[in-house]
Every structure is written in C-alpha cells, then in structure tokens.
T-cell receptor, first 113, second 112 residues
Framework: GAGVSQTPSNKVTEKGKYVELRCDPISGHTALYWYRQSLGQGPEFLIYFQGTGAADDSGLPNDRFFAVRPEGSVSTLKIQRTERGDSAVYLC???????????FGEGSRLTVL | DQQVKQNSPSLSVQEGRISILNCDYTNSMFDYFLWYKKYPAEGPTFLISISSIKDKNEDGRFTVFLNKSAKHLSLHIVPSQPGDSAVYFCAASVGGAQKLVFGQGTRLTINP
C-alpha cells in the first residue's frame, strides 16, 4: 500500500524480553517519527529521524529504548528488557519534509506480560 | 505535566448540529496547533491546523479557532455527520510539526 506500514500489528511478550518494532514509511518521505500511545492518553513523542540520523531523541524514556534508520527509509524501534509499563501502541509516522504533514501508521500494539 | 489538555473525554452530538471540541495548553512557546482524528485500529489522520499568527482557519465543515490570550483552541464541525464519530486529538508544537505534544483525546459520537 501507499501508507505507513508497521509490523507486527500485535506483539505479546514476557517481561525481560527484547522486542523490535518495524516501520516502513511512505516512499520519498525523509522524516520519520515514533510516538507511543498508552491507554487513555494521546500519542507521546519518542524520537524523530531526518534521513538516517536521529534529529531529536529526547522522548525516549530510558536507555532500554533505541531506534535506528540505517538507510534513511525503514526504521526499527528496539526495546530491551521489556517491562509491563512498556505496554502501549507504538505509532510510526512519516512526512515529506521537516515541517510537513505527518502521516501515521496503524501502530504496533505491544503487551508485556 | 500535561502541556496540552482536552478536559472532555467524550461528547455526544446529534447529526446535523454543531460539534465543538475544546483544547487548552500551558506552554506559551507553542506556535503551531493541529487537530487529528482517529478511528479504532487506525493511526491518527491529520484534520486541520492553525499557526499562532492566525486566530481562525477553515476547511469545509471544519473550523479551528485559536485564542492565544486564553491559551485555548477549539474545533467546530458543522454540520456534524455520523462519519465524524471518532476520537479527536489536539496537538501543539514549537517551530513546526515534527515534535507534537498531544492532548488526551475526546471521543465524539454523532447520533442519527
């Protein structure tokens, strides 16, 4: 499809495990964003890429969270030693440029048991 | 510290009437404001935005009003249609759209 694609759509894991969430942005979009939405809350900014580099990672909650975008297209959000509090919907968005409209994917729902 | 607040978790409006969704913010540095709409199991979709140099922006049935002195914005939908039933998020940023601060959302239900 032409939209932002996120996989997996659902992930259930056990506390302490490692998780990777993938985002495939809209073709040609240079900017990519990760947000996290907890139950009953709005999306919360995690990290923003312009090209391959993380332009702003100030929203990452701690050093268990890491994201990469090695070729300036697909991005992977990596969570180490998952905790129950990490359970949320992880949303990826892309935009054509730095200040362009954000297009969101459907999200990856992470449940940590 | 919630910088963007939507104090009404839900709103119910009759079809054809006006829907008014409200949002308050605390950070006076915010200069760009947006509304997003979200259906279940889908990502948020952009609806309308306004820059702090304006006090009103209109797009079809949707109008956003910004009151900077009150740090308040609102989204008006008129006439409301059943397809407008969704969760609406307001969001704000400093210097552009890339790092958005979202409110908690308001679930709008349009009754036939």
């Amino acid at each position: 499809g032409a939209g932002v694609s996120q996989t997996p759509s659902n992930k259930v894991t056990e506390k302490g495990k490692y998780v990777e969430l993938r985002c495939d942005p809209i073709s040609g979009h240079t900017a990519l964003y990760w947000y996290r939405q907890s139950l009953g809350q709005g999306p919360e900014f995690l990290i923003y890429f312009q090209g391959t580099g993380a332009a702003d990672d100030s929203g990452l909650p701690n050093d268990r969270f890491f994201a990469v975008r090695p070729e300036g297209s697909v991005s992977t959000l990596k969570i180490q030693r998952t905790e129950r509090g990490d359970s949320a919907v992880y949303l990826c968005a892309s935009s054509r440029s730095f200040a362009g409209e954000l297009f969101f994917g459907e999200g990856s729902r992470l449940t940590v048991l | 510290d919630q910088q963007v607040k939507q104090n009404s978790p839900s709103l119910s409006v009759q079809e054809g009437r006006i829907s008014i969704l409200n949002c308050d913010y605390t950070n006076s540095m915010f200069d760009y404001f947006l509304w997003y709409k979200k259906y279940p199991a889908e990502g948020p979709t952009f609806l309308i935005s306004i820059s702090s140099i304006k006090d009103k922006n209109e797009d079809g049935r949707f109008t956003v009003f910004l009151n900077k002195s009150a740090k308040h914005l609102s989204l008006h939908i008129v006439p409301s249609q059943p397809g407008d039933s969704a969760v609406y998020f307001c969001a704000a940023s400093v210097g552009g759209a890339q790092k958005l601060v979202f409110g908690q959302g308001t679930r709008l239900t349009i009754n036939p």
